[in-house]
């Protein structure tokens, strides 16, 4: 059984910076894509960034340039930078693998107030 525990959310002002962090212990971590999410109230939930097992990376079209999303052996993270009151969300990290399915952290709230 995998767990994902994630920290870093909060408020802050518009224009502010959070670093988001994804935990989790074990080979079939690091070995597979993880991706983080948002759900915002009322919205559905949407890819924000992913990274593969390799590092490579893509983002949605809303955080290009403002996100960067990195990961090293036992933790992914997601730099956010410029941050604006729509970014307002609960971030949630998800670890994909073709064997045992999806994981899904418990989610991390943002809040970003203008």
């Given at each position: 059984q ?6 870093g ?15 989790a212990s ?32 893509n983002?949605?079209d ?11 052996k036992?933790?992914?993270?997601l ?36």
């Amino acid at each position: 059984q995998v767990q994902l525990v994630e920290s870093g959310g909060g408020l802050v002002q518009a224009g502010g910076s959070l670093r988001l962090s994804c935990a989790a212990s074990g080979s079939i971590f690091s070995r597979n894509p993880v991706a983080w999410y948002r759900q915002a109230t009322g919205k559905q939930r949407e890819l924000v960034a992913d990274i593969s097992s390799g590092g490579n990376t893509n983002y949605a079209d809303s955080v290009k340039g403002r996100f960067t999303i990195s990961r090293d052996k036992n933790t992914v993270y997601l730099q956010m930078n410029s941050l604006k009151p729509e970014d307002t969300a609960v971030y949630y990290c998800k670890l994909a693998t073709i064997i045992a399915g999806d994981y899904w952290g418990q989610g991390t709230q943002v809040t970003v107030s203008s």
